[in-house]
């Protein structure tokens, strides 16, 4: 599968733990995206890598997130200190550099975080 | 005022028939790229088809057209022959060309629309 893959799928977990998500996108994309789906909206933008450099975070995005990307290659997303607004879609998607307008981006399927 | 409209939170339709989906937009920005995505309930957001602000022609992919009417600033989204498998969350989104000010690589999305296709 040459797709972007998320890991885990599911996770629950209870108020005020760390969790942390993994994202490997397409192996020749240099450009990463972390979005947040809550229930009943469209996906927002959270964070944004291009290769190793994290480019730009959303207001969305508290102290107690932080994501990374070493060497360019995979993603790590980490919440610390869990609440239960956090409870959402985490959506990891790759593309290449917008060289043209039409080049889009590839979704994973998500990792689906309810914290209790 | 929400950069991506779509008004219809849910909408049904016959097997084979043609459905559209609408989404307007908002931007001040002369360069941008307007996608469809389709979202399964498996999660994963699954691109359609893709307008560029400049394009003369609306855009088609197999059974997927784009009713792109600029001065309207909507590019609502036609599916043909609609089938069982079609049934999944639709959701609009735009790209600005970052001319304005604004970034040229995050994509901004609608709140989708639900479409049910019946037998």
């Known amino acids: 599968d040459t797709g972007v893959s998320q890991d885990p799928r599911h996770k629950i977990t209870k108020r005020g733990q760390n969790v942390t998500f993994r994202c490997d996108p397409i192996s020749e994309h240099n450009r990463l995206y972390w979005y947040r789906q809550t229930l009943g909206q469209g996906p927002e933008f959270l964070t944004y890598?291009?290769?190793?450099?994290?480019?730009?975070k959303s207001r969305l995005l508290s102290d107690r997130f932080s994501a990374e990307r070493p060497k360019g290659s995979f993603s790590t997303l980490e919440i610390q200190r869990t609440e239960q607004g956090d409870s959402a879609m985490y959506l990891c998607a790759s593309s290449l550099d917008w060289t043209v307008m039409n080049t889009e981006a590839f979704f994973g399927q998500g990792t689906r975080l309810t914290v209790v | 005022a929400q950069k991506i409209t779509q008004t219809q939170p849910g909408m049904f339709v016959q097997e084979k028939e043609a459905v559209t989906l609408d989404c307007t937009y908002d931007?001040?920005?002369?360069?941008?790229?307007l996608f469809w995505y389709k979202q399964p309930s498996s999660g994963e957001m699954i691109f359609l088809i893709y307008?560029?602000?400049?394009?003369?022609q609306n855009a088609t992919e197999g059974r997927y057209s784009l009713n792109f009417q600029k001065a309207r600033k909507s590019a609502n989204l036609v599916i043909s022959a609609s089938q069982l498998g079609d049934s999944a969350m639709y959701f609009c989104?735009?790209?600005?060309?970052?001319?304005?000010?604004?970034?040229?690589?995050?994509?901004?999305f609608g709140k989708g629309t639900l479409l049910t296709v019946n037998p």
């Open positions: 307008q560029g602000s400049y394009d003369q």
């Open positions: 989104a735009m790209r600005e060309g970052g001319l304005s000010g604004g970034s040229n690589y995050k994509l901004t």
């Open positions: 931007t001040s920005d002369p360069s941008y790229g």
């Open positions: 890598f291009q290769n190793e450099a994290q480019l730009e």
